[in-house]
T-cell receptor
Framework: EAQVTQNPRYLITVTGKKLTVTCSQN?????MSWYRQDPGLGLRQIYY???????DKGDVPEGYKVSRKEKRNFPLILESPSPNQTSLYFC??????????FGEGSRLTVL | AQSVAQPEDQVNVAEGNPLTVKCTYS??????LFWYVQYPNRGLQFLLK??????LVKGSYGFEAEFNKSQTSFHLKKPSALVSDSALYFC?????????????FGKGTKLSVIP
């Protein structure tokens, strides 16, 4: 089954404790992207990757890092999380421009 | 800069009635427009897209969307709403060029279909 898998789905952490949200896709897609969803703000792009070892900033990259060492994986790293990074995060991948496959989301709370 | 707007935060419609979820856009070149749906506690799912050609685009689950260049709109429609259509709907505008993967999303419209 074609899917984008994110882990963890839910996480409560404290300010400053480094965390990684993993994202893996099994569709051999070259394009992958991370978004955050906040009430009243819709989806905002954090980082994206056009291919292995190629990443670029989206609209709200501050406080986040990514890497793309393998085609299937695109982890999102929060080196020192802060409460304003409390959000619902989505990973997505695509092989057709504009047609994204989304993961189920990772709800992060930073205390 | 390009932008997309969904003027209604919430739309309520009775089951069996037609539904419309509105979207307007602003872009300097040709628009590439998309609709996505998000069911509770799920990720977004692609519904349909307009790239070029026929102004009426058909998509998944019986949805369709009408592209109107003069009104810069791309409204989502369905002839007869189902309770199961209740969800959050996002309009999105593609980046420059038909080959761009980048999307600018609207803020979303919550559709509630009342039995």
């Amino acid at each position: 089954e074609a899917q984008v898998t994110q882990n963890p789905r839910y996480l409560i952490t404290v300010t400053g404790k480094k965390l990684t949200v993993t994202c893996s896709q099994n569709m051999n897609h070259e394009y992958m992207s991370w978004y955050r969803q906040d009430p009243g703000l819709g989806l905002r792009q954090i980082y994206y990757s056009m291919n292995v070892e190629v990443t670029d900033k989206g609209d709200v990259p501050e406080g986040y890092k990514v890497s793309r060492k393998e085609k299937r994986n695109f982890p999102l790293i929060l080196e020192s999380p802060s409460p304003n990074q409390t959000s619902l995060y989505f990973c997505a991948s695509s092989s057709t421009p504009g047609e994204l496959f989304f993961g189920e989301g990772s709800r992060l709370t930073v205390l | 800069a390009q932008s997309v707007a969904q003027p209604e935060d919430q739309v309520n419609v009775a089951e069996g009635n037609p539904l419309t979820v509105k979207c307007t856009y602003s872009v300097s070149g040709n628009p590439y427009l998309f609709w996505y749906v998000q069911y509770p506690n799920r990720g977004l799912q692609f519904l349909l897209k307009y790239i070029t050609g026929d102004n009426l685009v058909k998509g998944s689950y019986g949805f369709e969307a009408e592209f109107n260049k003069s009104q810069t709109s791309f409204h989502l429609k369905k002839p007869s709403a189902l309770v199961s259509d209740s969800a959050l709907y996002f309009c999105a505008l593609g980046g420059s060029g038909a080959g761009s993967y980048q999307l600018t999303f609207g803020k979303g419209t919550k559709l509630s279909v009342i039995p």
